[in-house]
């Protein structure tokens, strides 16, 4: 799937490795730079998709830390109006409020992405049965509402 989104140059694949290598070894301190170098790319498309890889693996190991939160303010600084990425990081954070049972609403679970719908379904970290329940209830696929039906029966089954 990478490669077609380098068809034409060669060169753009190039770069997306080195952005990716980049970022998995970069600071805290030089992350938010090195983010906004790569969005200066003139490959939109691939800038993009190497932000979006890094922010999938940064949230996934800061979800459940307090640093998060500063961390994704600081990424939203740097992604400004990026629509995609924008919505990407606030659905994370969503799921983080789920894990952490902080407030959330129904209405930003039903409305979230099929992505999102089907994560929420299925990873470990989300337990709460409120929102188990609904994905299992109005999730958008029948895949996520039979993912989130065996989760919710998994919740409910395990010793507290």
Known sequence: MTDQLFDEDPSDYVRYRSY???????SEADEA??????LDDPDVSMAEAVVNRHLERRA???????????????????????SFLARRLREWT????????EPWTAEELTTASDWFQRTA???LIVTSPEALSLLAEQGRTRRV???ASRRLQEVR???T
């Open 20 to 26: 990716l290598q980049d970022l998995e070894g970069v």
């Open 33 to 38: 730079s090195l983010l906004a170098t790569v």
């Open 60 to 82: 996934a190991h800061l979800l459940t830390d307090p640093a998060y939160i500063t961390w994704a303010q600081t990424f939203a600084t740097v992604i400004g109006d990026r």
């Open 94 to 101: 969503l799921l983080r409020a789920i894990a952490l049972d």
């Open 121 to 123: 379904s299925v990873v």
């Open 145 to 147: 509402r039979n993912a």
């Open 157 to 159: 089954s395990t010793p």
